[in-house]
Structures are given as structure tokens and as C-alpha cells.
């Protein structure tokens, strides 16, 4: 076991450059969900707090302090924190695991990303990005690109360090300000992250990060007429808050939102490479994960064999705390997301599913003041049924028979989400043309999961507008202007007199 310092760290807020405490001075305790301590206290940020953080950056942003840098001096400032965040990284990793639940491995894997991330963004945001274009003589035009403002970033606590640099990395690399708001759940890597920006110098009032609940201070940040963008990760149900409060001022909105994804399993795949992926798909993160494959549809000639075999592998995966280095599967996140998932696992026998493994919430082997469910799989479910149609957000899988390719596409796509999906077969035509009909912003074929920084990342339908990562994340923070100047400066002569 990794020894974990039983200190409860008193985490502030950073606006204009100074460590704060809310205005009111107000708290809230960060819980470890592995075994229900308290780990933190949180500052409880106000509406003041969420004003003075906008105020800030709109000040550094019109003073032009970060804007006005070269392309290459803001990317050395880049640079520089992914350095500092790889001398961190065990320290990160620790911290992510005790907030998050996550195990080891894949806080690790998260905090390597990150660095990385803030790497791709400080190479990228050097190379030529303008365009000219050929117009009426005697105009040279040309396209360049801005940065958008002020941006307020929202991110939930899934990935709460890996979520805030993904929009942290390319708000920056533009020369755009930001107010940065953490999921009041996990705060503790985020403020591990601004220690990492005062260290490197960044000017005061470019980075800002607030802290508190999200109907509060979140949501002062996605309506203040001083914020010009805001770039959300979350539910899709705040997403709807979020545009609507965006709605008033019209600012530019980017939407990274929930999904129920299906993984399409065919008969004629590599039959073990599929279950294990299917078991990734769902498990990891303990099934909290935008992307997760929460929804297995798998082809009739091999749909018993397919769920013997998941159960029996199901069964077997090593749940417990996620400092202890033999765990495969941590906790959720928090008492009230246990009981949601919980919930939705009475839903689903309530609706008439079958549990073919798991279904509980694990109170034995030292466990019971974490909050634990086994991994879960429901099989006899109907399309129709809340479990099949709802973000669950937990270890819980459901697994759906098909006949055809027609009907597989037709369930995959029957859901009001279109974040990921997955196809897994021997035939490449096949698993081409599937992923084509498939209505989803992140696709794989004989794979699950892997993200790059170089591609983009997002939703259709009710899963999200705008892209994060690659090229397609950087445009997000960028306005793009186009200039035409007249190489024969003399009068139009519109008008004869
Ligand atoms: P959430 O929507 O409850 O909260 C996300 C953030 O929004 C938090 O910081 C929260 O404080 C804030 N917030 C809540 N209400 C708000 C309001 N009214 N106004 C402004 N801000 C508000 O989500 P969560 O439970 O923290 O995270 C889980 C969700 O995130 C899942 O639905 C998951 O699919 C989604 N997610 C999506 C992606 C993606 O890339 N598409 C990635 C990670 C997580």
C-alpha cells in the first residue's frame, strides 16, 4: 500500500494571483470514497467569489499580459507546467486516488496524459494556422485566428485533473483567460495544478479557479456578461442549465455531455478479445467514464457463450480502495452517487431485467464505510427500459442480443446519447460500415476506450456540441477574423458627390 499522509489539506481558491478563502468563509469537506474520511476542506465559493475571478481575468485579458505574448513564450509557460507536472506525478497520483476513488493505475495513466496534453498544446499552438484566399483586386485577404476572451471552464469530477486540462491547456495555449471552476467532489489536483501555475509565474489574473457548488458559483460564470465563453463537462442535464444561462449574453458554448454507448460485439470476432474489452469498456473507472460501454449488444448465435463468459470475468475483477496496488475497480465517488446507482439497480428488477452478476453494493472485506458496488451486468432488458435508455454512471452494464446488422445499428443508435461506440468483428467492411451508421462523435473497432490528445473528442445528439482535444480543441477557444486590406488606398467613388 502507497502510505498516504492522514492530513486533511485546507484547500483555497486562486483568483488574481492570491490563495483565497470564500468571501464568506464558508467550507465543505472532501471526502475520500474509499473509505468515507475526510480528506479536505473546500473553500464554498460565492457569487462574489465567481465575480472577483471574472473580474480578474477580464482585467489581465484586456491589459493583454498573456494575449499579447508571442505564440512561442505562452507555449514555454506550457512547457513548463508539463515539466512540473511530471516532477509531481507520484504526488498527483496519490492525490487523485484518495479524492477520486480511482486506483492507482489509472490515476497514473490520467496525471501522464496531462502533462502530455499540455505538451501537444504548447507544440501546437506555434504552427501556422492562417489562411489568405484569393478575392477581387486590389484586396489581399487573409483569416487569422484570436483568441476568444474570457473563458469559464465547468468540469466534473470523473477525471479531475485529466477533465480540467483538457480545457485548461488549449483556453491557454489561444491567449484567452480563464475562470476554471473544479467539481466542488474533487478539488484537491485542480489546486495541486495552480500551485503549478503560480510556480511557473504565469501573470496574475490569467488563470483563475473557483470553488463551490455549481448553482452558485458555476452557474455565475456560465450567465456573467463579462465571460465570453464557457466550456462545460458534465451531465447533460447541467448542460441544458448551462445553455440556457449562456443564452442571455450569447456566448459561445462548448458542450462535452453524458452518454450511454453501445459496444457491438459480432459473431464473427476474435470471441476473447472482445469480452475483454467489453470488461474495460464498462469497468473501468468503475464505470464512470463519459464513454463507458454501458450498453453490450452482442449477436445472437453468440449471446450466451458472450454473457457466461463476461460474468464469469466480471466476477472475478478485484474490487477495493484504489491506493491498495492489487485493486483492478475502485469506489464511486460519493455517498450520494452510490445511492443513485444503487437506485437504478432496484429500477432495472423493478422494470424486469435480470441480475446475471452482482447487483450490490460491497460492505464485506473491510469495505463497508467506502462506497462499493460489484460490477453488474443485466441481461432480458427491452430497449424501452431506463436502464437501457439512462446514463447510470456506475459499474452497470446491460447486455442486448441482435439478429442482424440492421438491428444493431437501429439499438445502438436508440438512445438520445451519441458519445462513443464501439464494433467489434473480423470483417472490415463490416466494422467500417457500422461505425459509419453509427450516430457517435468517438468510435473504435476491435478497440475500447483509448483516447489521444491528437483527435477530437465529443458528442452528437443530446452528448455534446463542440469538440475537445486535437486541432478541433484549440478552434474552440479561437474567433476567427478575417482581414482585407486594399493595396490601392484611394477613394470608392460610390457616391458621385
Ligand atoms: P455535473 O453535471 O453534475 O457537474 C459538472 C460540473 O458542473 C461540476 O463542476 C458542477 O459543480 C457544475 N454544475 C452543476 N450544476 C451547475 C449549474 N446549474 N450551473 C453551472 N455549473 C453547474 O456532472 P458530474 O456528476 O460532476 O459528472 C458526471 C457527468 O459528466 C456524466 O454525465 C458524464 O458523462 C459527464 N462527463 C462527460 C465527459 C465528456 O467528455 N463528454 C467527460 C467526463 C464526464
Known sequence: MVEVKNQVINLKMYIDGEWKDAENQETRPVINPANGEVIAYAPEGTIEDARAAIFAARTAFEDGVWSGLSAQERASYLFKIADKIDQYADEFTRLETMDNGKPLREAGFDVADAAACFRYYAGLITKPDGYTYHVADPIQAMVVREPVGVCGLIVPWNYPLLMSVWKIAPALAAGNTIVFKPSEVTPVTPKKLFEIFEDVGLPKGVANMVIGAGPVVGNEVASHPEVDMVSFTGGTKTGKHIMKAAADTMKKVSLELGGKSPNIIFADADFETAVDYALFGIYAGAGQVCSAGSRILVEESIYARFVARFAERAKQIVVGPGDDPSTEMGPLV????????????????????????????????????????????????????????????????VIQKFKDEEEAVKLANGTVYGLAGGVFTNDGAKGLRVIKKLRSGITWVNSYHPTYNEAPWGGYKQSGIGRSLGTFGLEEFQEIKQININLQVEPIGWFSN
Not at 450520494?336 to 422494470?351: D, S, T
Open 334 to 397: 460519493s455517498q450520494q452517487h452510490l445511492e443513485k446507482v444503487l437506485h437504478y439497480i432496484e429500477l432495472g428488477k423493478q422494470e424486469g431485467a435480470t441480475v446475471a452478476c452482482g447487483g450490490n453494493r460491497i460492505v464485506h472485506s473491510g469495505l463497508g464505510k467506502g462506497y462499493f458496488v460489484e460490477p453488474t451486468v443485466f441481461i432480458d432488458v427491452k430497449q424501452e427500459m431506463r436502464i437501457v435508455q439512462e446514463e447510470i454512471f456506475g459499474p452497470v452494464v
